[in-house]
């Protein structure tokens, strides 16, 4: 039974929130066992407005919760803020229940795509960045945003309502309990800003510039903002300002203190027996370590290794030799970090070697080209000597320091 | 339970086996619910003769079985083959319980490596390439296998017994449920054989060509060959001729007849729409189609995929754009191609955009360095439309003409 929310936010201003439990892989890349919410609005003033919408597989449901609500009939104006199927999916159906009477409001690409992506034509008008559309006793103020998270996505301010409907900016992953911040308690908000760091930095992570860019142009438009109503996770209503400074924070890898990620694999248990020292070293320094490892019995998602580096202070990669060249799947995480959490942090690299090899070099290179710091290299052959134990001590300390 | 197994395979030679049903991804990379075997083998003649050994966590295991057949302190030779570990991970226990008696006779890198992997020094004797040790009722003539899987590989062919003790060549995924090939079905062997592929091609891919020389190598040598022992699967003493002429095919990525590998992402159905049509036709016209989805829901095993497209006359890649390149799962896949399977076969490629992008060219790139002839590339915005699907159903007659 898919679980669905219809709730007054501010005003009349009404969040409707679908659970995704479904979906195993979000973009079909990140491994989300804490699902996902998508949130549409609906502003029924003199003019009745829907923001968005659901999945595509969530459609009549969409239709129903609205039909709660007013006739979809009668929805005015359909804002899309963004062309992503996990929010515009719903539209073919609900244009349908509407019989396209709505008009459909979005930035210049979006005419396009809504032909493209479903084959349908409905009236369409182009909003223009800073456009205000007066709708009596409401009014909505578009801004772009490109890039948050694709070139045609923007966002849209009630003044009448202090209220920032910000699609995917400001959301996160999982199904908070509660619509709003202040209905979690602080353990559960700080969980959900886990989520919503993990969010972040898989989704937009590439476009993270953007992020600081969106969040300066918000805040050059000296508007009040009481209300954050996103299209994934918790609306903000308690504390907004606590998800903005989230967002600059992870857009920008500011580290925690004190944190260090530790990401590797063992084919042999090599890299394994190298690593734990550290890890033993900076256990005794007090540092929050947290680590990944890929091995014969273990499979990190690498979702959750970019949201870990992107708030530490710097990382450890280990990795073996395979074939001459870095292991694979070390390979494969470190393009990941540099395509998403490309941040200028210190990094150590500590490789086992067989018989030779350049994978010391090949994942600093991506590293380094990413914006990355590599501080220390260590290398070894086969298990871990006396020396190298001494070096791997050695490291913590300055990792640290 | 562990699972072993000790018995007489010819003349003198018993085969040690166990059964590995704890390691979940081989090499830390490929992912084998269909398990794995060790096999060692001892020779007691006028010496007795230890070749390879078992996973460091079996070695108390197998000083066990070996007990049941001889005194461990009476091994007088170890012949290492393979440094890998699970070959040589029980040589510091056994070599103990030998009470370091035995000569340890292996390729000139054998003795560096014993020391840094297990930091032990135990006698070693190099041997070269065609040295003939002649122990009185037996001889061991050794053949350096470069690359296959190490530079440091050897095999070994007991003259007296017309045996090939093969190390990782020949070799096999899977716990066969008998020792032999001749002891199982025909249908058990083909699923064997299809085990044995995907053994082949995730470890020995990089290093195919060579598979091809030494196999030549070996055919040079003029010996009657009625045994294949190898280290992983099946002891061949049935009909060896099948596994030798299957790593030849393998290794050369010989095509089945009409046998067509898809491998595609798809973010929000609209690749899987694309592909689907090519799946029906390809159908409609008798092709053995395998299908790897990376979707929402879905994550094929890397290991799985290498193995069928080993053996395919064609493949299609159907591919979404990310951020303006090619799916990273995708760009994944077709960089394992090209590391483990880079045979000449041709390729389509369908490639969804919703903005732009180079997927196209991208995946074309690594697959034609590789050398892979991409035949055909079809782009479409959003959902494929009746010009597309045209093109879809044509694709299919041209893959398989």
Not at 301 to 324: K, R
Not at 342 to 368: C, E, H, N, R
């Amino acid at each position: 039974m898919v679980k669905t929310y219809v709730d007054k936010v501010i005003g009349d201003l009404y969040v409707l929130r679908v659970d995704d439990e479904e979906t195993k892989y979000f973009e079909s890349l990140w491994y989300i066992p804490e699902g996902i919410t998508y949130n549409a609005y609906l502003l029924i003033g003199d003019k009745v407005v829907l923001f968005d919408g659901w999945k595509s597989r969530y459609s009549d449901l969409l239709i129903n919760e609205l039909s709660k609500v007013i006739d979809p009939k009668d929805i005015d104006y359909i804002v899309v803020h963004h062309m992503e199927q996990d929010h515009s999916g719903s539209l073919p159906k609900v244009l349908k229940a509407n019989e396209f009477r709505a008009m459909v409001l979005g930035h210049p690409m979006v005419r396009g795509m809504v032909e493209s992506f479903y084959g349908i034509k409905p009236k369409f008008r182009v909003v223009k960045d800073g456009d205000v559309l007066d709708l009596g006793k409401y009014s909505l103020r578009f801004a772009y945003t490109p890039w948050l998270h694709w070139p045609e996505t923007i966002v849209t301010y009630i003044k009448e309502l202090s209220t920032l409907i910000s699609c995917d900016v400001f959301g996160g992953y999982s199904i908070p309990k509660a619509l709003y911040d202040n209905e979690l308690t602080s353990d559960e908000l700080s969980k959900y800003l886990d989520y919503a760091r993990k969010y972040v930095i898989t989704v937009v992570g590439h476009y993270k510039d953007y992020i600081v860019k969106g969040i300066e142009k918000l805040r050059s438009l000296n508007v009040d903002i009481k209300v954050i109503a996103p299209a994934h996770g918790l609306l903000w209503r308690g504390s907004p300002e606590v998800i903005v400074s989230k967002y600059v924070e992870w857009a920008r890898g500011v580290p925690k203190d004190r944190k260090v990620t530790v990401i590797y694999d063992s084919m042999y248990g090599y890299v394994e027996e190298a690593i734990k020292v550290v890890i033993e070293e900076l256990s005794k320094l007090g540092i929050d370590v947290k680590v990944y490892a890929f091995t014969e019995n273990s499979r990190p998602a690498i979702g959750d290794v970019l949201s870990d580096v992107t708030d530490s202070s710097s990382l450890i990669i280990g990795v073996s030799t395979y074939e001459g060249e870095a292991f694979p799947e070390i390979v494969r995480m470190a393009n990941l970090i540099a395509m998403k959490a490309a941040f200028s942090k210190p990094v150590a690299i500590i490789t086992a070697y067989g018989w030779g090899g350049m994978a010391t070099k090949q994942i600093t290179d991506i590293l380094t080209k990413a914006g990355y710091e590599v501080i220390k290299t260590i290398e070894f052959k086969g298990k871990p000597d006396e020396q190298t134990i001494r070096e791997l001590r050695g490291l913590a300390k300055e990792l640290v320091s």
